[in-house]
Nanobody, 123 residues
Framework: QVHLVESGGGLVQAGGSLRLSCAASGNIFSISGMGWYRQAPGKQRELVAAITSGGGINYADSVKGRFTISRDNAKNMVYLQMNSLKPEDTAVYYC?????????????????WGQGTQVTVSS
């Protein structure tokens, strides 16, 4: 099993930046990739960005050019740098990692989830 803990959420004004971090522990050798999903009130959880162990990266179209995912394998960490934030980015952001659970439309979903961190962007 892989345990994921997020940090770095908060309240920011539109146009601002935040950096989310996720620390992985446990059976880290089973990790094929890590990523970030988000869920806004009344909406389905959606992929924001994912990075595989081989270096492949997916981004949601809505965040391309604004968000950057990166991974530090030595520290078992994954980061999401979020720039030019918009009110529509407001959501709970979840770290996702571990073995690949499924690939849908080229988007990766991994086996394990963090508890989530709230990101609120004010207009």
């Amino acid at each position: 099993q892989v345990h994921l803990v997020e940090s770095g959420g908060g309240l920011v004004q539109a146009g601002g930046s935040l950096r989310l971090s996720c620390a992985a522990s446990g059976n880290i050798f089973s990790i094929s990739g890590m990523g970030w999903y988000r869920q806004a009130p009344g909406k389905q959880r959606e992929l924001v960005a994912a990075i595989t162990s081989g270096g492949g990266i997916n981004y949601a179209d809505s965040v391309k050019g604004r968000f950057t995912i990166s991974r530090d394998n030595a520290k078992n960490m994954v980061y999401l740098q979020m720039n030019s934030l918009k009110p529509e980015d407001t959501a709970v952001y979840y770290c996702n990692g571990g073995p690949i659970r499924r690939i849908v439309g080229g988007k990766y979903e991994f086996e394990y989830w963090g508890q989530g961190t709230q990101v609120t962007v004010s207009s």
